[in-house]
């Protein structure tokens, strides 16, 4: 009996060995799936961040540009606006200056008559008959 009795306690250690054995390989499979796991959440965590970053930064340079575009718009229309002021102008002072013009070839005309008047006068004196005096 004590034979059979040492045979049962054997037969108990190695079971509780064996169990022993798989509850350590269970608790070591458990331990790298949840440090696989762990690494998989922070390289997951990591690429979040890194994709926030990279469209904070792209949403900062689309801002600064559509601001660059917005400004040269500005430019633009404010160029624009001069323009047609300057056209206007020019077109203005041609307008007075043709009425300028046009006043002063009339005054060169009556001049011109006034003159050819005197011219006439005078000549008329000198041919008079007893003239010169």
Aim: with cysteine; hydrophobic share 30%.
């Amino acid at each position: 009996m004590s034979l059979n009795t040492s045979s049962n306690a054997t037969t108990g250690d190695t079971q509780r060995l064996k169990n022993a054995s798989l509850d350590v390989k269970q608790m070591l499979k458990n331990e790298t799936e949840s440090d696989f796991t762990a690494d998989l959440r922070k390289k997951l965590h990591r690429a979040k961040k890194e994709k926030l970053e990279m469209t904070t930064k792209h949403n900062a340079e689309l801002s600064s540009f559509e601001s660059q575009i917005a400004r040269l718009r500005s430019e633009v229309e404010k160029g624009e606006a001069l323009r047609q002021r300057l056209e206007y102008d020019l077109a203005v002072a041609r307008k007075e200056a043709g009425l300028g013009r046009r006043a002063a070839e009339e005054r060169l005309a009556e001049a011109q008559r006034t003159q050819e008047k005197l011219y006439g006068s005078v000549l008329g004196l000198l041919c008079r008959p007893g003239w010169p005096p």
